[in-house]
């Protein structure tokens, strides 16, 4: 048999306890090479670019092919 609560826990003890459960967003920024929408400490999917530079070579640049 399991642990048992040995009173009732109050509604506002119940609520501000589940307080911290919300989903934080994530912050939406611009990146600053193709203006699209990225989320902020993360490479811009769409160009490769990262704080101003290019860390993933775009794959319709290399002439390997």
């Known amino acids: 048999m399991g642990a048992q ?7 506002a003890k119940k609520n501000s306890r ?4 919300a989903i934080a967003l994530s912050a939406i ?5 193709c203006r699209r929408p990225h989320v902020s400490h993360h ?4 160009c490769g670019y990262y ?3 290019e860390v993933i070579a775009d794959e319709r640049d290399r ?3």
């Open 5 to 11: 609560p040995k009173k009732k826990v109050s509604h």
């Open 18 to 21: 589940r307080s911290q459960d």
């Open 29 to 33: 920024i611009l990146c600053s090479h």
């Open 51 to 53: 704080a101003g530079r």
């Open 63 to 65: 002439t390997g092919r």
């Open 43 to 46: 490479v811009c999917t769409n």
